[in-house]
């Protein structure tokens, strides 16, 4: 079975290398977009899945809600 991938949107460097360590360990495969702009290149990419988002509600340059609620796939 595939490892499940997770996509972490945060923009605290220690909070989501902690994170990330974690899940990894859990047996996952995750990415980190420290803002909304890579996040947004990352899970909006024709070739990339992603099963889950974890975000911080607040970073630079909006509110992760909103901006993933505004994303389409090509």
Known sequence: MAKKRILLI????????LFYERLVEEG????????LDDAKNLATDKDTRFDMIIADERLPGGSALSGISSWRRP
């Open 10 to 17: 945060e923009d605290d460097s220690d909070f989501v290398e």
């Open 28 to 35: 996952y495969s995750a990415v980190i977009a420290r803002g």
